[in-house]
């Protein structure tokens, strides 16, 4: 039994948590998007700009559709075009905010699916917001590609989605599923998606020729550009063993709240889950051939598509790319399809305890994420603020083994063009120069690690340095770095902490434990003889001076 708009209760209650939780969420992008590009970043947008900054206005069309990788990313470089274009320069904070309310968007068309019940009164969508908006995918969230190109691809493919499952507006959906194709590479898979619509839909054949001859036409475009732009290592397949446990570990890696085999098998048994309640909704479709049941089922198939091609291609490092924060946005939008599929799936009365456990997982879900997102938030913005000092004034991408030289040129041809400027908030040269020097007399431990990437690509050798005297910064503002220093040489490496278990949270009072640590990295020059320092960055910066030095044998 459906409520009626007039007589329905809860509305004003579920506007009232969605706007503090949204509030709280906003809070959380603000404070901690850097303004200071991370990883892709120097390629996909500032690297673009410095291309194409002086081109004509039809060569600047044309390089939208630039491949980067094995994507093509029109979104992204839109929109660094426009934070250029507004300001006179870039501002990575703003891309990252902006494309951030792609996500509230995209909630909002959930919403258009969900229909109150006396069983499941308005409130209970609060659920489907919970579980979508977390900071399970940080990475994504705060990384100003990808948040134009991962989570932006969603939007024009559920709108391409509610379109085709319309009769009379679906051939609106053909230039969003070009768009979303061309926003991202999973945006492709939106054609096998209208397939599946037209074909449960029982459409005219009319329909699926002009539908498949668009789709073979924009795919046939897409790899003719990637095939003039030839990237090694693209669609390569790796692992295929283990790809129905990666297909479901990407699925529910939502689930994953600790690392190592446990979180794995978490991962895989909400992906397991989630693939029950899709299946018993195809089922119920089947019977009652409900358009919104269709789309829901239409953009969970996205997602499995999504997950498959990820499980196929991007499988090279074993399960933990796969259940990465950089994919976590798709399992948190199967999680909230989930509830909105489970929403009309249940026809009996639920008793309380069960309804409780349900609000009760997902707020214990979504305050661990936000738990154990704190150190993985500071330290990341530490390590984005090295690299970008690294990269201007030593020409050297620290993590690499041919130490990214472009990156380092593009770096310093957008300082020296104004095209960026760092904020004095993250300038290290700045706060190196002016921070107090005080002797300090360490009790460092220097260990050596050997480590094999897979990939190849990042160096895995380092020198892991630990010093028990310093604490990890309690104020957002400040932050801990190791200066490594060769002559007038220096290279500075993000520190990191270990949490406290949960009795000692409360009986110090700390999240972390007292003592810091630092991976030096020597893969592209050597760290041996270098000296150590330590640089505690703040509104009053202070440069701890030691003589120590990294030897072979510390």
Not at 91 to 107: D, P, V
Not at 233 to 244: D, K
Not at 314 to 330: C, P, V
Request: hydrophobic residues 50%; proline residues 4%.
């Amino acid at each position: 039994m459906y409520l009626q708009k007039s007589s329905s209760t809860g509305f004003y209650w579920l506007l009232l948590l969605v706007a503090l939780y949204l509030g709280w969420y906003f809070y959380y992008l603000n404070l901690h998007a850097v303004d200071v590009p991370y990883i892709d970043d120097y390629d996909a947008i500032l690297g673009y700009l410095l291309t194409y900054e002086k081109a004509d206005a039809w060569t600047k069309f044309k390089s939208l559709f630039l491949p980067h990788s094995e994507h093509i990313i029109i979104m992204t470089r839109i929109a660094g075009w426009l934070s250029y274009e507004l300001t006179g320069h870039v501002s990575f904070r703003g891309i990252i905010l902006a494309g951030n309310f792609l996500s509230f968007l995209e909630l909002g068309l959930l919403y258009t699916l969900f229909r109150p019940s006396l069983r499941f009164p308005p409130v209970y969508f609060f659920l489907v917001v919970l579980a979508f908006l977390n900071p399970q995918y940080s990475p994504t969230t705060f990384w100003a590609m990808a948040v134009w190109s991962n989570i932006w691809v969603l939007i024009p493919v559920t709108l391409s989605i509610f379109l085709l499952a319309n009769p009379k507006q679906w051939f609106g959906a053909i230039p969003l599923a070009i768009l979303a194709q061309f926003s991202n590479g999973s945006g492709m898979m939106i054609w096998p998606v209208g397939v599946f619509i037209l074909f449960m839909h029982q459409r005219p054949l009319s329909q699926y020729l002009t539908w498949l001859l668009a789709g073979s036409i924009s795919c046939l475009g897409y790899f003719y550009i990637l095939s003039q732009h030839p990237v090694s290592g693209t669609f390569e397949f790796s692992n295929l063993a283990l790809v129905p446990l990666n297909f479901f570990a990407f699925i529910g890696s939502y689930a994953a709240l600790i690392g190592g085999l446990g979180g794995q098998i978490m991962a895989v048994s909400a992906g397991c889950l989630v693939v029950i309640i899709t299946f018993l909704m195809l089922r119920n479709y089947i019977k009652n051939n409900d358009r919104a049941a269709l789309v829901l089922l239409s953009i969970m198939v996205f997602i499995f598509l999504t997950a498959l091609s990820a499980a196929l291609f991007r499988a090279e490092k074993g399960m933990s790319i796969i259940i990465g924060g950089r994919y976590r946005h798709y399992s948190s939008l199967a999680m909230a399809l989930s509830f909105l599929m489970c929403f009309r799936l249940i026809t009996f009365s639920l008793s309380r305890w069960l309804s409780f456990f349900s609000w009760m997982v997902i707020g214990v879900i979504t305050g661990l994420s936000y738990f154990r997102d704190i150190g993985l938030r500071l330290t990341t913005e530490w390590m984005t603020v090295a690299n970008y000092y690294n990269f201007l004034h030593n020409q050297l991408d620290v993590y690499t083994i041919d130490g990214t030289p472009r990156f380092g040129e593009t770096t310093l041809k957008a300082h020296q063009t104004g095209l960026y400027v760092v904020p004095l908030r993250y300038d290290l040269a700045r706060q190196l120069k002016s921070a107090t020097v005080l002797k300090f007399k360490p009790t460092p431990q220097c260990e050596r690690n050997e480590e094999t990437k897979v990939d190849k690509v990042v160096c895995g050798n380092y020198w892991l340095l630990k010093e028990a005297y310093f604490q990890f910064p309690s104020s957002s503002k400040e932050a801990f770095y190791a200066v490594l220093s060769h002559g007038s040489r220096r290279y500075v490496f993000p520190t990191s902490s270990t949490r406290n278990d949960w009795l000692a949270i409360l009986q110090q009072r700390r999240y972390f434990k007292k003592g810091l640590e630092a991976e030096v990295y020597d893969c592209h020059i050597s760290m041996i003889n270098a000296q150590i320092e330590w640089l505690q960055m703040g509104d009053k910066p202070k440069l701890y001076h030691t003589n120590s030095i990294i030897t072979v044998n510390p």
